[in-house]
T-cell receptor, first 112, second 114 residues
Framework: KQEVTQIPAALSVPEGENLVLNCSFT??????LQWFRQDPGKGLTSLLL?????REQTSGRLNASLDKSSGRSTLYIAASQPGDSATYLC???????????FGQGTRLTINP | DAGVIQSPRHEVTEMGQEVTLRCKPI?????LFWYRQTMMRGLELLIY????????DSGMPEDRFSAKMPNASFSTLKIQPSEPRDSAVYFC????????????FGSGTRLTVV
């Protein structure tokens, strides 16, 4: 059974810092991995999608990497801003099914 | 593109009442998913459809839950009778079907059963 873990569960940093959020998964049989952002009381906004054959994807100040063999992904946020405060979720699409299996998320707070 | 549209945004109902949640997927997306989010269990897949056909309903917690997709542009998730432990945020998501595409989520329905 695929399990996705995100560490840390919560993170608080001052504005301007570069930071890394971690995601690990137990079964490397995945099609892709997707990072989402969720603001309090809101839905999920897709940030980046990495296919299993790719190593990384970039969008603006965000960079996500994928090491499928070791079951790890990282989301790098450069020059953090208070508007980046949200919960960040990673999810893997498992092979043989269309399920997205989610981690529990990292709640990020950027302090002005 | 209006995205995945869910209604209502909030629902408060009394225990024992029937609740129906609605979802309109993105036009052209062949797959539709219902997820439930709680503090304790995070995001859990309840059921998903491919081309309007239910494929995997193993996440549906009890027989009180049922889902339908009568056509490509509409799906419902029904709880009858509702119980306080059903209180959660219910998300609908859609996907074009091919494995290279990501998922698009709706804004969710926050259900409170009192």
């Amino acid at each position: 059974k695929q399990e996705v873990t995100q560490i840390p569960a919560a993170l608080s940093v001052p504005e301007g810092e570069n930071l890394v959020l971690n995601c690990s998964f137990t079964d490397s049989a995945i099609y892709n991995l997707q990072w989402f952002r969720q603001d309090p009381g809101k839905g999920l906004t897709s940030l980046l999608l990495i296919q299993s054959s790719q190593r990384e994807q970039t969008s603006g100040r965000l960079n996500a990497s994928l090491d499928k063999s070791s079951g790890r992904s990282t989301l790098y946020i450069a020059a953090s801003q208070p508007g980046d405060s949200a919960t960040y979720l990673c999810a893997v699409r498992i092979k043989g099914a269309q399920k997205l299996v989610f981690g529990q998320g990292t709640r990020l707070t950027i302090n002005p | 593109d209006a995205g995945v549209i869910q209604s209502p945004r909030h629902e408060v109902t009394e225990m024992g009442q029937e609740v129906t949640l609605r979802c309109k997927p993105i036009s052209g997306h062949n797959s539709l998913f219902w997820y439930r989010q709680t503090m304790m269990r995070g995001l859990e897949l309840l059921i998903y459809f491919n081309n309007n056909v239910p494929i995997d309903d193993s996440g549906m917690p009890e027989d009180r839950f049922s889902a339908k997709m009568p056509n490509a542009s509409f799906s419902t998730l029904k709880i009858q009778p509702s119980e306080p432990r059903d209180s959660a945020v219910y998300f609908c998501a859609s996907n074009p079907g091919q494995r290279v595409y990501g998922y698009t989520f709706g804004s969710g329905t926050r259900l409170t059963v009192v």
